[in-house]
C-alpha cells in the first residue's frame, strides 16, 4: 500500500482545511486508515482514525468535535476535513494504513505516507 497525502497549507485560526490521503493498492478497503501530526520537536501522535468499512472512528481528545475523518473505498481515498483550527494544530500531517484491529499508536500502523505541512496562524 503506498499513500500520498495532501491538501496541507496556511490558513488562519479558526479557518479549515480539508487533507486527503489517495492509496494505491486494489485491497484499500481491507485496511484501516489513521492520521496523524507531529510538531517540531515533538513526538507523532494520533488525531483520527477510520475502520476499514467505515463504520467506527476514533479522535484524540484534542480534535473531537472539530475534525472528521472519512473515506471512499471506491475512490482509494480518506479524507480529514479540519474546522476551527488553532495554533497548536500546527503540525505535519501524516496518513497511514494498518490491518490491525487497534489502530490508535504510531506502532499499529504498517504503511505511511509523506507529510503535508498545516500551519495555523494566530
Known amino acids: 500500500v503506498q499513500l500520498q497525502a495532501s491538501g496541507g497549507g496556511l490558513v488562519q485560526a479558526g479557518g479549515s482545511l480539508r487533507l486527503s490521503c489517495v492509496a494505491s493498492?486494489?485491497?484499500f478497503s481491507w485496511y484501516a486508515k489513521g492520521w496523524f501530526r507531529q510538531a517540531p520537536g515533538k513526538e507523532r501522535?494520533?488525531?483520527?482514525?477510520?475502520?476499514?468499512?467505515?463504520?467506527?472512528?476514533y479522535y484524540s481528545d484534542s480534535v473531537k468535535g472539530r475534525f472528521t475523518i472519512s473515506r471512499s473505498n471506491a475512490e482509494n481515498i480518506i479524507y480529514l476535513q479540519m474546522n476551527g483550527l488553532k495554533p497548536e494544530d500546527t503540525a505535519v500531517y501524516y496518513c497511514?494504513?494498518?490491518?490491525?484491529?487497534?489502530?490508535?499508536?504510531?506502532?499499529?500502523?504498517?504503511?505511511w505516507g509523506q507529510g503535508t505541512q498545516v500551519t495555523v496562524s494566530t
Open positions: 501522535e494520533f488525531v483520527a482514525a477510520i475502520s476499514s468499512n467505515g463504520a467506527s472512528t
Open positions: 493498492g486494489r485491497t
Open positions: 497511514a494504513a494498518t490491518r490491525r484491529f487497534s489502530m490508535v499508536t504510531t506502532t499499529d500502523y504498517d504503511y
